[in-house]
């Protein structure tokens, strides 16, 4: 029986910021065939180094990975992204060491997870966050960078969620940053639709929207 993890931050483990309506792991349990099993791993707050002991917890059998992480990392790293008044070559200096630390741990932690299970679907991390400024964006897509880039070097998947949620209606109400319940609905139904027809054996990266 086929079964996925999904591992990260609250991309996934959105419960607290959906009310009365479903979180995405629910959406997902929906969305998938009768014979597939999903399982929630990701936690509220990781960021990329939390991710190896969410694999401690993986059930067996678990034959995907779908990983959404670096929205946090991203996230505390801001005050650099909005730096005024600095010197640009060494302020881009700054950013630049910024993008390799998160580059040698983003690496890392996809190196991790090939050598447990092969079949992985990496996740961007979206940008049209209500109020989200121009700065914040250009700050996130130094990450963004980083995360298409290793998941291509390693053959994976990628689902875009900058293309999937783009409205500010995908975007809970409670905290901004997290996804609704329509956008987590949105997400699920582009994890499925991966895990249902994307060939893992074929070693290729697909960007999905």
């Known amino acids: 029986m086929p079964h996925a993890a999904l591992l990260g931050d609250s991309i996934f483990d959105?419960?607290?910021?959906?009310?009365?309506?479903?979180p995405v792991i629910e959406h997902l349990r929906k969305r998938l065939p009768t014979d597939w099993q999903?399982?929630?791993?990701?936690?509220?707050?990781?960021?990329?180094?939390?991710?190896?002991?969410q694999l401690q917890a993986i059930p067996d059998g678990t034959?995907?990975?779908?990983?959404?992480?670096?929205?946090?990392n991203a996230l505390e790293s801001a005050p650099l992204f909005r730096s005024?008044?600095?010197?640009l070559p060494a302020l881009l200096h700054d950013l630049a060491d910024m993008q390799r630390q998160f580059q040698s741990e983003y690496r890392q932690l996809l190196r991790l997870l090939a050598h447990r299970i092969s079949n992985i679907v990496v996740c961007t991390i979206y940008d049209s966050i209500p109020g989200m400024t121009i700065t914040d964006r250009m700050g996130l897509s130094l990450f963004n960078d980083i995360i298409t880039r290793e998941a291509i070097l390693a053959g994976f998947p990628v689902l875009d969620l900058r293309l999937i949620c783009d409205e500010?209606?995908?975007?809970?109400?409670?905290?901004?940053?997290?996804?609704?319940?329509?956008?987590?609905s949105k997400i699920a139904r582009a994890i499925a639709l991966i895990l249902r027809s994307h060939d893992f054996s074929l070693g290729r990266t697909v960007i999905y929207s």
Not at 14 to 20: C, D, I, L
Not at 63 to 72: D, I
């Open 38 to 53: 999903a399982t929630l791993l990701a936690r509220d707050g990781a960021v990329v180094e939390n991710v190896p002991r």
């Open 84 to 87: 005024s008044g600095a010197d």
């Open 168 to 184: 500010d209606r995908d975007y809970s109400s409670i905290s901004p940053i997290e996804p609704s319940e329509i956008g987590g």
């Open 14 to 22: 959105n419960a607290a910021y959906v009310a009365e309506g479903s």
């Open 63 to 72: 034959s995907h990975l779908v990983l959404s992480a670096g929205g946090n």
